[in-house]
């Protein structure tokens, strides 16, 4: 059942911030991006302590972009995580040699779900505070994913 409710829980992300109308991109910005990413944990068996650590480099034409998000979270079931954690996100403007700085600290919940026939269903929902230049934002950005093993 708990499986579904994750499932289920991952479908009614989709279709509530699946975009209704699409309209074609008129500007031309090209750039490359590149992550590493890493997560551990101290158990082998729910409940444990876990890590997590993605390292990103964004390269595009007005300059580039770095992103560092360090995190902690605890594996509360097989297929539930809650996280807590920080990221440094430098942006280095090619035009003016100014570095930008944003702070964030974010939340993150994770449910998966295994299915018998390999593919692994993950609804991530992370909520983001972001600091820069004395401003304070807040971004809500989910994500369902899809992978095969």
Not at 42 to 57: C, M, Y
Not at 86 to 103: K, M
Not at 135 to 143: N, T
Request: contains cysteine; aromatic residues 14%.
């Amino acid at each position: 059942m708990r499986y579904w409710l994750g499932t289920a829980g991952c479908a009614l992300l989709i279709a509530t911030f699946t975009p209704r109308e699409v309209g074609a991109q008129t500007d031309k910005d090209f750039a490359i991006w590149a992550g590493v990413f890493a997560t551990g944990q101290v158990h082998a068996n729910a409940p444990s302590l876990t890590s997590w650590l993605d390292v990103h480099a964004r390269r595009g034409e007005s300059g580039t972009t770095l992103i560092l998000r360090p995190g902690l979270g605890y594996l509360i079931r097989p297929w539930v995580s809650v996280w807590l954690g920080y990221a440094w996100v430098p942006e280095f403007i090619e035009a003016t040699g100014e570095r930008l700085d944003e702070h964030r600290i974010w939340e993150q919940l994770i449910m998966e779900h295994k299915t018998s026939y390999g593919f692994l269903f993950q609804s991530r929902s992370r909520f983001e505070q972001r600091f820069s230049r004395g401003a304070v934002a807040h971004r809500f950005p989910p994500d369902c994913n899809v992978h095969t093993s």
